[in-house]
Nanobody, 125 residues
Framework: DVQLQASGGGLVQAGGSLRLSCAAS????????IGWFRQAPGKEREEVSC????????YYADSVKGRFTISSDNAKNTVYLQMNSLKPEDTAVYYC??????????????????WGKGTQVTVSS
């Protein structure tokens, strides 16, 4: 079974950094993409970044461009989200999700095939 394990969340002051990891296991297919999503209290879940394994393409939401960097270690089937210059509005539960194929524009929850459990990111002002 495909499993995604997200980790790396925590409490950080505004302006600080965190690195999230998403370890994927249970599959050998090499054409997939992994997205990072977040959901703040009272808000809908949104995708903040995505990376495709085959096409080496990436996506960033406007709200995180220039501050977040997504990368992957295909040998480890692990995707990282380096988050710098964190703001209180980045506070949310962060999830990683896998889709067979490249990153898609504005994915819905149903577009993603597998989800990991979330990791809490809290940015204090």
């Amino acid at each position: 079974d495909v499993q995604l394990q997200a980790s790396g969340g925590g409490l950080v002051q505004a302006g600080g950094s965190l690195r999230l990891s998403c370890a994927a296991s249970g599959f050998t297919f090499d054409d997939y993409s992994i997205g990072w999503f977040r959901q703040a209290p009272g808000k809908e879940r949104e995708e903040v970044s995505c990376i495709s394994s085959n096409y080496d393409s990436t996506y960033y939401a406007d709200s995180v461009k220039g501050r977040f960097t997504i990368s992957s270690d295909n040998a480890k089937n692990t995707v990282y989200l380096q988050m710098n210059s964190l703001k209180p509005e980045d506070t949310a539960v962060y999830y990683c999700a896998l889709d067979w194929g490249p990153c898609v524009e504005n994915p819905t929850d149903n577009d993603m095939d597998y989800w990991g459990k979330g990791t809490q990111v809290t940015v204090s002002s």
